[in-house]
């Protein structure tokens, strides 16, 4: 999984080191890319409406519901999310509701695109999460910083 890759290997330096490079277009595009491109491969597992989603077809896998520029954005939210999570914030209510409800609120938003952002964003966190925890607890400093960030992307 070339995410968890990427993501380990940004990880690596410090949580403000790694938000700072999370605004990287092009890292971050690439972790959103790959996340979209899993989870709608795998969409079947997600729930739609209360019973199983239906799984992708060639056509839709060639043409996602989500672009790349969106993908993008979606993974440094959930970059942002687990931020908030490893220095113990409301990641849910400051990144990941807004989120939601940005895509929520578009036209013609279908339940299967709902549950594809969500899977993105929960997939990414996990990752950024994981790596975030491999690097200590989040201190006062760090966590200041995460909480502006949280804070600009509710705006």
């Given at each position: 999984m070339k995410a968890a890759v990427v993501i380990a290997t940004v990880a690596a330096a410090s949580l403000c080191a790694m938000a700072a490079q999370a605004q990287d277009a092009d890292v971050i595009r690439e972790v959103g890319v790959e996340a979209r491109d899993v989870i709608f491969a795998n969409i079947s597992s997600f729930q739609c409406d209360a019973v199983p989603c239906a799984a992708a077809?060639?056509?839709?896998?060639?043409?996602?519901?989500?672009?790349?520029?969106?993908?993008?954005?979606?993974?440094?939210?959930?970059?942002?999310?687990?931020?908030?999570?490893?220095?113990?914030?409301?990641?849910?209510?400051?990144?990941?509701?807004?989120?939601?409800?940005?895509?929520?609120?578009?036209?013609?938003?279908?339940?299967?695109?709902?549950?594809?952002?969500?899977?993105?964003?929960?997939?990414?966190?996990?990752?950024?999460?994981?790596?975030?925890r491999s690097q200590g607890d989040c201190d006062d400093q760090t966590r200041a910083a995460v909480q502006a960030a949280l804070d600009q992307n509710r705006d």
């Open positions: 077809t060639a056509e839709e896998l060639a043409n996602p519901p989500v672009t790349d520029d969106e993908a993008a954005a979606i993974a440094a939210t959930a970059v942002i999310s687990a931020m908030g999570e490893h220095c113990g914030l409301d990641w849910n209510r400051q990144s990941y509701l807004p989120m939601m409800q940005d895509w929520m609120s578009r036209p013609g938003m279908a339940v299967r695109t709902s549950a594809l952002v969500g899977g993105m964003h929960g997939y990414v966190q996990e990752q950024a999460l994981r790596s975030f």
